[in-house]
Each structure stands twice: as C-alpha cells, then as structure tokens.
C-alpha cells in the first residue's frame, strides 16, 4: 500500500486549498481514507474520512463546513477542497488508509503517506 499526499503550500487567511492523496496497491473498496493533521507541538487530528463502500463522510468539527472530502475511485484518487482557510489550520496534513468512523481515530489507519505542509499567514 501506499499513499502520496499533494497540494500544500502557502496561502493567507480566507484562501483555499486542494489536497490531493493518490492511492496504490489497494482499491477504495478495500480500505477508506482519512485525511489528519499535525501542527508543531501538537498532537495528530482527525480532519476527515471517507469510506466508498458505504459512502460514509466525515468531518471534525473543527473544519466542518470549510473542508470537503472526495473521491474519485477511477483513479485511486482522494481529495480534501480546504475553503475558508484560518491560520489554525497550519499544519503537516497526512491522508491514511484503514477504517472510516465518526470517532476519526489514527489508531483505525494502518497506511500512511509522507505528508504534505500547510501554511495558512498573512
């Protein structure tokens, strides 16, 4: 399995965002995608989950209304549109694959990409 995150950059309050997360080695039938976030001295987030088996998406509260999640199985490909972006945002943003919940646990993803930095100033 792997999984390679792209996207980040820098972008000042109110901007947008689209990460991208391509997918090998598995099919979205098999496992969902998480998308988390680490900021410095902070602990892994839950931002975001999708599971096209069931359709199930979720979204921490902290970005709901801001961020979307898709997926386009034809290209192993999953996608985190980031509007309305805050400076708390900022953050390494990792897409995982494993189990989509409402809990939006790490422990639940096995696979992980490298990350891709988010910058979010003025």
């Known amino acids: 399995l792997q999984l390679v995150e792209s996207g980040g950059g820098l972008v000042q309050p109110g901007g947008s965002l689209r990460l991208s997360c391509a997918a090998s080695g598995f099919t979205f039938d098999d496992f969902a995608i998480g998308w988390f976030r680490q900021a410095p001295g902070k602990g892994r987030e839950g931002v975001s989950c999708?599971?096209?088996?069931?359709?199930?998406?979720v979204y921490a509260n902290s970005v709901k209304g801001r961020f979307t999640i898709s997926s386009d199985n034809t290209k192993n490909m999953v996608y985190l549109q980031m509007d309305s972006l805050k400076p708390e945002d900022t953050a390494v943003y990792y897409c995982?694959?494993?189990?989509?919940?409402?809990?939006?646990?790490?422990?639940?993803?096995?696979?992980w990409g490298q990350g891709t930095q988010v910058t979010v100033s003025s």
């Open positions: 995982a694959a494993g189990v989509c919940s409402r809990r939006l646990r790490g422990d639940e993803f096995g696979s």
């Open positions: 999708i599971s096209s088996s069931d359709g199930l998406t």
